[in-house]
DNA sequence: GACCTTTGTTTGCATCGTCAACTATCCTTT
DNA sequence: AAAGGATAGTTGACGATGCAAACAAAGGTC
C-alpha cells in the first residue's frame, strides 16, 4: 500500500499529486536525471577525446558496423536510436562529411537513402570499440551484480510503452 | 561471483573487457538511455506546451522559488543543476528575456549576479508546479513500489561519484 | 493513368548546450 | 598598495537536436 499522508509532518514516503516530491522521490528521480547525465557526460568525452566521436556518432557506427547487410536506413538508424528521424539525417550528414559512411540511394526505394561505412568509418569504430565497451562496464555495468542488472532492465520497460491509453 | 565467459557459445552473463555486451548488459545499459530518453521528451514536451517552459527551465525556477533567500547565484544554480555555468548563463538570459527572472548585482561581490524570481515567474512556476509534479508521478515514480524507489536510489549512489581513484 | 494518401528524407527555424577565451572583481602576499 | 593569482560570469564559435513544413517517390483507387 503506498503511504499518501496530505499535510503531515514530513514522514511521508509517497506524496499525493500537487505534494512537493519526498526524499524518497526526489532521491529516485533527481538521482536518475543525475546519474544519466554524468555517465553519457564520461562515456561521451572518453570517446571524443580518444576517437574524435560523440556517443551517438559511435552507437550509429556500430549499428551499421553489426547490421547482417552492412548498410540501413536513415529510419532503420532512428528507430534504433534515441534520435529522431531528422536527428539522424544529419548526423550522417556529418558522418559523411567526416568520411566515416556513405549515403548511398536505395534499389528498391527511390526515396531512400541507404548509409554504410567506410573503410575508414569501420576502423574507426574498430579503433574505439574495446575502449567504449571497457567504458561502459568500468562507469556503468562493472558496479553492478547480475541480479541487480536484471532488476534494472526491469525497471525500464516499465517505463517505455504507456503511449497514453488511461 | 560474476560470470566471465570468453568466446562460449552465447550463454554469457556478462562480457569481458572487449567483448560485445550481452543482453543482460545491453538490456541494462541501453534500457537505461532509452528510459531516459523518453522520460525527459515526455515530461519536457507535457511542461513545455502548457506552460512554456523545458524540464531544465522548470528545474531553476524551482529552485529559486524554494531557495530561502529567494535569490541565487548562478553559480549556486548551475552546482545544484545538471547545466554547466556558462549554459546556465544563458538560461538565466532567457529566463530574463521572457520576464520570469531579473538579474541583480550581488552585494557582497561586485562580480556576481545574483538571479530572483519576478512575480511573473513566480506565477509561472505555480501554474506549471503540480501539473509537472502529476506527470513525474504518472510517468515514473508511480510505476514503482516503495522499496523499489529506494532500491534506485541507490543505484545511483554507485554512479556518481567515482572521481578516478582505480 | 491522373489523383490522393502515405511514407522516407531533408530543410528552415529555434533552442539548448559545451568549451575556450575574455572581463571584472576579489583576495593574498609581499 | 601593487602584483599575481583565483574566482564569477559573460560571450563567441560551434555542434546537436527537435518540430513542423517542404519535398519526393510509392502505392492505391477509380
Given at each position: 500500500?503506498?503511504?499518501?499522508?496530505?499535510?503531515?509532518?514530513?514522514?511521508?514516503?509517497?506524496?499525493?499529486?500537487?505534494?512537493?516530491l519526498?526524499?524518497?522521490?526526489?532521491?529516485?528521480?533527481?538521482?536518475?536525471?543525475r546519474?544519466?547525465?554524468?555517465?553519457?557526460?564520461?562515456?561521451?568525452?572518453?570517446?571524443?577525446?580518444?576517437?574524435?566521436?560523440?556517443?551517438?556518432?559511435?552507437?550509429?557506427?556500430?549499428?551499421?558496423?553489426?547490421?547482417?547487410?552492412?548498410r540501413?536506413?536513415?529510419?532503420?538508424?532512428s528507430?534504433?536510436?534515441?534520435?529522431?528521424?531528422?536527428?539522424?539525417?544529419?548526423?550522417?550528414?556529418?558522418?559523411?562529411?567526416?568520411?566515416?559512411?556513405?549515403?548511398?540511394?536505395?534499389?528498391?526505394?527511390?526515396?531512400?537513402?541507404?548509409?554504410?561505412?567506410?573503410p575508414?568509418?569501420?576502423?574507426?569504430?574498430?579503433?574505439?570499440?574495446?575502449?567504449?565497451?571497457?567504458?561502459?562496464?568500468?562507469?556503468?555495468?562493472?558496479?553492478?551484480?547480475?541480479?541487480?542488472?536484471?532488476?534494472?532492465?526491469?525497471?525500464w520497460?516499465?517505463?517505455?510503452?504507456?503511449?497514453?491509453?488511461?
Amino acid at each position: 500500500m503506498q503511504t499518501k499522508v496530505k499535510g503531515d509532518g514530513g514522514g511521508a514516503v509517497r506524496g499525493a499529486d500537487g505534494d512537493p516530491l519526498t526524499p524518497l522521490e526526489l532521491g529516485a528521480w533527481r538521482g536518475l536525471l543525475r546519474a544519466h547525465a554524468d555517465l553519457v557526460r564520461r562515456l561521451d568525452a572518453g570517446l571524443r577525446v580518444s576517437h574524435g566521436l560523440s556517443l551517438s556518432s559511435y552507437e550509429a557506427l556500430m549499428l551499421l558496423g553489426t547490421s547482417p547487410r552492412g548498410r540501413m536506413r536513415i529510419s532503420e538508424l532512428s528507430g534504433a536510436t534515441l534520435l529522431s528521424v531528422s536527428g539522424m539525417s544529419r548526423m550522417v550528414d556529418r558522418l559523411v562529411r567526416d568520411g566515416l559512411v556513405v549515403r548511398e540511394s536505395c534499389e528498391e526505394d527511390g526515396r531512400g537513402a541507404e548509409v554504410a561505412l567506410t573503410p575508414s568509418g569501420r576502423g574507426r569504430l574498430r579503433a574505439a570499440r574495446a575502449a567504449h565497451l571497457a567504458d561502459v562496464r568500468r562507469e556503468f555495468l562493472g558496479r553492478f551484480a547480475d541480479d541487480e542488472l536484471r532488476e534494472m532492465s526491469g525497471f525500464w520497460s516499465r517505463i517505455e510503452p504507456d503511449g497514453r491509453g488511461a
